[in-house]
């Protein structure tokens, strides 16, 4: 909960409790600076925090039975400026993605793949050869050729998922190419277009996409290296219909202010450093951030791009609400209302991920999916997981938040 913020809950069963809470410093219960008072289905309970901390709330029934406990972490006031930018996303991964295997031409009659004979697998991440750091694709040639005229193998260190392993690959020469090959499909960046959620100007970072960027080929998450959020412009869309998602198509602008870096790649999206509110924002300064329990079903509202670069509000339905104590993906089902953007889009197409959801004026949430037979449907996440992964809020597991 924020400071200065407040909730009330109605006790569910028809009996009466004690409430207890061990910090009235940080959180009073109905106003009051005592430690502990009555609540029954009369007499709600309210939840004032008055500064950061922690503090633990206990319900009891008849005074006696112990029956919930909950811990509640109080946070500083924070506000955000929503996006809803179009942005074009460089990233280059933290070593070389493996994304086929290759057969080499040995002989006329022969063919081997040296990397698969090696027990190297489309989605591993090679980050070394010999102990060497592998930081981009330029160096690659050079080194395989070396190894394959001294007939010396390759040490490849890589990553598969979180293991770190170990392989030796002799490399092999394709007599039709008159050259040393690995027998692998290789690749170190990824591009292309999605949604800016917000910009925390207290704090200089972003987040976008509401999703993890992964390999278009092996659906591995990308490990960033490094990489940019640059200006971008919506050039023409098309249309989702059922089954059959459509997509924003935009262009990196030629000479495009480059707007922040990618540090990090998570489930909810990727996060870095900005420094300044980009153009086309629709908010000049910034909003209150609602968390999962704020967020109700009924009318709420996206930002997004559908032509050029100018960020445009359109009516959505909160259809349903998911309770998640952790973070977790599919927070949020929408159904988009807006005619207009009924009529331009067809509902949510490819490159919408990320457009902020307001309700009630709090941003709450992003669009994250499409539901591919009913395009006008679509999955967003809660605004606060990605905020934890951008830093500006802390982590839920720091924050000892789960309900017991």
């Not at 008055?50 to 633990?56: D, R």
């Not at 009891?60 to 909950?70: D, H, N, R, S």
């Not at 331009?344 to 949430?365: A, D, E, H, W, Y």
């Not at 992003?366 to 006008?376: E, I, M, R």
């Amino acid at each position: 909960m924020f400071a200065g913020d407040q909730s009330s809950f109605q006790l569910a069963m028809p009996v009466e409790a004690q409430a207890t809470v061990d910090r009235p410093d940080v959180l009073q219960l109905n106003g009051s600076a005592a430690s502990s008072l009555k609540v029954s289905p009369q007499h709600p309970l309210q939840l004032m925090p008055q500064q950061s901390g922690s503090a633990k709330l206990t319900l009891k029934l008849f005074g006696k039975i112990p029956f919930k406990t909950v811990n509640v972490h109080v946070i500083p006031g924070l506000k955000v400026i929503p996006g809803g930018q179009t942005i074009g996303v460089k990233v280059k991964s933290a070593g070389i993605l493996v994304v086929g295997h290759h057969l080499v031409h040995v002989d006329p009659t022969t063919r081997v793949s040296p990397g698969e004979n090696a027990g190297i697998q489309l989605g591993d991440l090679m980050t070394h050869f010999n102990g060497e750091p592998l930081k981009d694709m330029s160096k690659v040639a050079r080194i395989v050729e070396e190894a394959g005229m001294s007939k010396k193998p390759l040490e490849i260190t890589f990553k598969r998922g979180e293991k770190i392993m170990k392989t030796k690959l002799t490399p092999a020469f394709d007599q039709s190419e008159q050259k040393w090959r690995l027998g692998l499909y290789i690749r170190d960046s990824a591009a292309g277009v999605g949604t800016l959620t917000f910009y925390a100007p207290e704090q200089g970072v972003y987040g976008a996409l509401g999703h993890v960027i992964t390999d278009m080929n092996t659906q591995t998450p990308i490990t960033v290296g490094s990489g940019e959020i640059l200006q971008s412009s919506v050039t023409s869309i098309s249309k989702s219909q059922d089954g059959e998602p459509g997509e924003k198509r935009a262009h990196f602008l030629k000479g495009g202010k480059v707007l922040g870096n990618i540090e990090r790649n998570t489930h909810f999206g990727i996060f870095g450093k900005m420094n300044q509110n980009p153009d086309y924002s629709l908010y000049k300064e910034g909003i209150p951030v609602g968390f999962a329990q704020d967020v109700k079903e009924g009318p709420a509202e996206i930002l997004t791009v559908v032509d050029g670069q100018q960020v445009e509000k359109f009516k959505v339905d909160i259809v349903h609400v998911a309770k998640q104590d952790a973070p977790a993906t599919k927070g949020l089902v929408i159904r988009i209302t807006d005619p207009k953007l009924i009529e331009k889009t067809g509902g949510i197409v490819q490159g919408m991920s990320g457009s902020p959801i307001v309700q009630n004026g709090k941003l709450v949430g992003a669009v994250t999916h499409v539901f591919v037979n009913d395009p006008k449907s679509g999955y967003g996440c809660f605004i606060e997981w990605m905020l934890q992964d951008s830093g500006v809020i802390p982590q839920r597991d720091t924050m000892n938040l789960k309900a017991s």
